[in-house]
C-alpha cells in the first residue's frame, strides 16, 4: 500500500515572501500521479497542481510549483509571492495510475500541512 | 452544474439514526468518489463508482454505511445505525473517467452525532 508523509505539521510565511511544503511517499509502482491540494475553512478541497511521474519536468501553475524527485519520493510545494488567500491546509495526494487491485483508483492523502500568511 | 455539489451542508443526528448524504457530480463526469475526513483519521477514501460497472466499496468502515449511484450520476451515501465516530466531514468528489484524471471536490457534508 502507498503512504504519503507531510512532515510539517505547520508553517507560516510572510506575506510575498516563498516557502515551501514538504511531501514524501512510498510506493513501489513506477507509475502514479501526484496532487497538492488546498483546503481553506470553507471545506472546499481545491486543486493547486498535479505531476504525472513519467515527465521528468516540474509542473508549474502561476506562483506554484514542485520540486518532484521521483528516486528520492519526494514531492515538494513552493508558493512563490505568498498571498494572504494562499492561508489553508495543504494536502499532498498520491494516485495510482494502473489498476492493481480493489481500491486502486483513490487517492491517498497525507495528513496536512497548515499554512498561516502573515500580513 | 459547475461544480461538485452536496447536501445538506451540515446534519446533526442521534445516535442510532439513519443518515443520507448526497452529491450531484459535474456534468459529464463518469466516476464518482467518496472519502472522510476526520481529525483522528485524516482523509480516508470509502468508496468510487465508474459508469455503470460495480463500485468499489473496499473503503466502506463498516457493513453501516452504503452508496447508490442513480443513473449515473446523482449518489447518496447512507449511514444506518449512527455512532458517534462516525462524526467526520464527508467529501465527494469526481473526475471525468478513472483513468488518470483529477477529482474535483465538492464542499462535502459536516455530520455530527450526539
Known amino acids: 500500500a502507498q503512504t504519503v508523509t507531510q512532515s510539517q505539521p505547520e508553517m507560516s510565511v510572510q506575506e510575498a515572501e516563498t516557502v515551501t511544503l514538504s511531501c514524501t511517499y512510498d510506493?513501489?509502482?513506477?507509475?502514479?500521479?501526484l496532487f497538492w491540494y488546498k483546503q481553506p475553512p470553507s471545506r472546499q478541497m481545491i486543486l493547486v497542481i498535479r505531476?504525472?511521474?513519467?515527465?521528468?519536468q516540474n509542473a508549474t501553475e502561476n506562483r506554484f510549483s514542485v520540486n518532484f524527485q521521483k528516486a528520492a519520493k519526494s514531492f515538494s510545494l513552493k508558493i512563490s509571492d505568498s498571498q494572504l488567500g494562499d492561508a489553508a491546509m495543504y494536502f499532498c495526494?498520491?494516485?495510482?495510475?494502473?489498476?492493481?487491485?480493489?481500491?486502486?483508483?483513490?487517492?491517498?492523502f497525507g495528513k496536512g500541512t497548515k499554512l498561516s500568511v502573515i500580513p | 452544474g459547475a461544480g461538485v455539489s452536496q447536501s445538506p451542508s451540515n446534519k446533526v443526528t442521534e445516535k442510532g439514526k439513519d443518515v443520507e448524504l448526497r452529491c450531484d457530480p459535474i456534468?459529464?463526469?463518469?466516476?464518482l468518489y467518496w472519502y472522510r475526513q476526520s481529525l483522528g483519521q485524516g482523509l480516508e477514501f470509502l468508496i468510487y463508482?465508474?459508469?455503470?460497472?460495480?463500485?468499489?466499496k473496499s473503503g466502506l468502515p463498516s457493513d453501516r454505511f452504503s452508496a447508490e449511484r442513480t443513473g449515473g450520476s446523482v449518489s447518496t451515501l447512507t449511514i444506518q445505525r449512527t455512532q458517534q465516530e462516525d462524526s467526520a466531514v464527508y467529501l465527494c468528489?469526481?473526475?471525468?473517467?478513472?483513468?488518470?484524471?483529477?477529482?474535483?471536490f465538492g464542499p462535502g457534508t459536516r455530520l455530527t452525532v450526539l
Open positions: 495526494a498520491y494516485r495510482s495510475a494502473a489498476y492493481s487491485g480493489a481500491g486502486s483508483y483513490q487517492l491517498t
Open positions: 463508482f465508474q459508469g455503470n460497472s460495480a463500485p468499489d
Open positions: 456534468s459529464g463526469h463518469t466516476a
Open positions: 505531476q504525472e511521474a513519467y515527465k521528468q
Open positions: 510506493t513501489s509502482e513506477s507509475d502514479y500521479y
Open positions: 468528489a469526481s473526475s471525468f473517467s478513472l483513468a488518470g484524471d483529477t477529482q474535483y
